[in-house]
T-cell receptor, first 119, second 109 residues
Framework: GAVVSQHPSWVICKSGTSVKIECRSL??????MFWYRQFPKQSLMLMAT?????????EQGVEKDKFLINHASLTLSTLTVTSAHPEDSSFYIC???????????????FGPGTRLTVT | GQNIDQPTEMTATEGAIVQINCTYQ??????LFWYQQHAGEAPTFLSY??LDGLEEKGRFSSFLSRSKGYSYLLLKELQMKDSASYLC??????????WGAGTKLIIKP
């Protein structure tokens, strides 16, 4: 299958600081990557769709200046949480499409997630 | 608007069978996925349906009726490790995945 990695797997930061999360497709090129947030006992919430070489498309209610997304290459997308606050504490998951690999159209392959705790 | 409904929580006994239902109302349909998610982990793929009918894969089966906007995931011979959340997701006309809130399945000995 297609493998997606995330780094770090967990991070603790102080309020007001910025945190960068990396999402990499290890064995395929991902033209489209997705960033999700999941609060405890809730489902996945799509934050933004990221296409290589272009600006990310943010979902309604997601602050693009707070959650900076960069998809500079076909194998790497980054999410930077700027001026983090305790309410940003959540589980952040990225996923990627691999159209040339997928036997199921538009399937998304998920990274292992990043647990962010803001103190 | 787009909507996917699943029960919030279900409880079943080890060794038994459980059916998790999913109904959807989306702008277009290009396939339905079921994912399993253990607490603190990312979702993992279970099944995909795009045509009506039953897809069987080992202990897990998934059914789709497009005319009814309905799917179910059937888990047989339940094991304790099946305790997890099960997410239903539909690919809409824009090929975006629309997610249900997930069903937390609790398996009791």
């Amino acid at each position: 299958g297609a493998v997606v990695s995330q780094h770090p797997s967990w991070v603790i930061c102080k309020s007001g600081t910025s945190v960068k999360i990396e999402c990499r497709s290890l064995d395929f090129q991902a033209t489209t990557m997705f960033w999700y947030r999941q609060f405890p006992k809730q489902s996945l919430m799509l934050m933004a769709t990221s296409n290589e070489g272009s600006k990310a498309t943010y979902e309604q209610g997601v602050e693009k200046d707070k959650f900076l997304i960069n998809h500079a290459s076909l194998t790497l997308s980054t999410l930077t949480v700027t001026s983090a606050h305790p309410e940003d504490s959540s589980f952040y998951i990225c996923s990627a499409r691999a159209p040339e690999r997928a036997s199921r159209p538009y399937e998304q392959y998920f990274g292992p997630g990043t647990r962010l705790t803001v103190t | 608007g787009q909507n996917i409904d699943q029960p919030t929580e279900m409880t079943a006994t080890e060794g038994a069978i459980v059916q998790i239902n999913c109904t959807y109302q989306t702008s277009g349909f290009n396939g339905l996925f079921w994912y399993q998610q253990h607490a603190g982990e990312a979702p993992t793929f279970l099944s995909y349906n795009v045509l009506d009918g039953l897809e069987e894969k080992g202990r897990f089966s998934s059914f789709l009726s497009r005319s009814k906007g309905y799917s179910y995931l059937l888990l047989k011979e339940l094991q304790m490790k099946d305790s997890a959340s099960y997410l239903c997701a539909v690919t809409d006309s824009n090929y975006q995945l629309i997610w249900g809130a997930g069903t937390k399945l609790i398996i009791k000995p």
